[in-house]
């Protein structure tokens, strides 16, 4: 994850929504404040999700949205994320949500040579990306967009959501965009940041100070597959890929404690009529 940024004259005038007093997952109203400061973070007791209070308004995270970039560690995780997908049939069509530059889908290329990448993201970026060839369609909005959910039904085997789902105003009405977007039996591959992972231990403010002011909400993982399983998915079991290797390995490689997790589900089959 890269440094946060000098805040420029824009970014020192941030526009928040009015604060609120309940969680936005669950609705309790049994929060403790987090961090203090012009990106406050409050965390709901009952559930563990975090999240940003008062958030910016709509236009503020458009400021500061991620950039995949081009970095060689950002290339490193781009194809550990693409190898998870490699046990299921490759796909005729995949979407990238947020995709920004789409340097994901173009890395994922190499391991799906044969599939269609699509990219969407609220930024022109993604045109920009058509044009270099990184994604064969271009959609510039916001997935939850009544329009652009009803134009993507059913079209995609797999939809990814790579550090994006964090970013969104509303976690649970994106996934249910994503999962009208997929086919029945496709896959969606989320990535995002653990609040609770070996970093956010150990360095409590510090690393949450870092994720801030882009991520909206930081997510516990059971939060996400009990919801995921509610819509009728089928959370697949982690691979060798996605498990963490213990500390005392990480401590003898000297590799970077993960602080992220992933997630692949299944789109189940509609139900039959009787």
């Given at each position: 994850m890269s440094a946060p940024q000098e805040p420029t004259a824009l970014s020192a005038r941030p526009v928040h929504e009015p604060r609120r007093d309940d969680c936005p997952w669950c609705g309790s109203r049994d929060l403790r404040p987090r961090q203090a400061g012009p990106y406050a973070v409050?965390?709901?007791?009952?559930?563990?999700?975090?999240?940003?209070?008062?958030?910016?308004?709509?236009?503020?995270?458009?400021?500061?949205?991620?950039?995949?970039?081009?970095?060689?560690?950002?290339?490193?995780?781009?194809?550990?994320?693409?190898?998870?997908?490699?046990?299921?049939?490759?796909?005729?069509?995949?979407?990238?949500?947020?995709t920004g530059h789409a340097h994901f889908p173009q890395t994922a290329k190499e391991f799906f040579p044969y599939s269609s990448f699509d990219g969407l993201d609220?930024?022109?970026?993604?045109?920009?990306?058509?044009?270099?060839?990184?994604?064969?369609?271009?959609?510039?909005?916001?997935?939850?967009?009544?329009?652009?959910?009803?134009?993507?039904?059913?079209?995609?085997?797999?939809?990814?959501?790579?550090?994006?789902?964090?970013?969104?105003?509303?976690?649970?009405?994106?996934?249910?965009?994503?999962?009208?977007?997929?086919?029945?039996?496709?896959?969606?591959?989320?990535?995002?940041?653990?609040?609770?992972?070996?970093?956010?231990?150990?360095?409590?403010?510090?690393?949450?100070r870092r994720t801030q002011p882009g991520r909206l909400h930081l997510m516990p993982p059971d939060n996400l597959r009990t919801e995921l399983e509610s819509q009728g998915c089928t959370i697949i079991p982690p691979g060798p890929a996605d498990r963490v290797p213990p500390a005392a390995a990480l401590l003898l490689s000297r590799a970077r404690l993960p602080d992220t997790y992933r997630i692949i589900a299944r789109k189940g089959e509609p139900a039959s009529s009787a």
């Open positions: 409050d965390e709901c007791r009952p559930c563990s999700h975090l999240f940003q209070n008062p958030r910016l308004t709509a236009t503020g995270p458009a400021l500061r949205l991620r950039d995949t970039g081009d970095g060689r560690g950002t290339s490193r995780r781009h194809r550990r994320t693409a190898r998870a997908m490699l046990p299921f049939p490759e796909p005729e069509a995949w979407l990238d949500v947020g609220p930024t022109p970026r993604v045109e920009q990306a058509r044009a270099a060839g990184r994604v064969e369609r271009a959609y510039v909005g916001r997935l939850t967009n009544p329009q652009l959910t009803a134009h993507l039904r059913a079209r995609y085997d797999v939809v990814s959501m790579v550090h994006h789902l964090q970013s969104v105003p509303d976690p649970r009405e994106e996934l249910r965009a994503a999962l009208t977007a997929l086919r029945s039996g496709g896959h969606l591959l989320l990535e995002l940041l653990d609040p609770h992972c070996a970093f956010a231990t150990l360095l409590g403010g510090w690393w949450l």
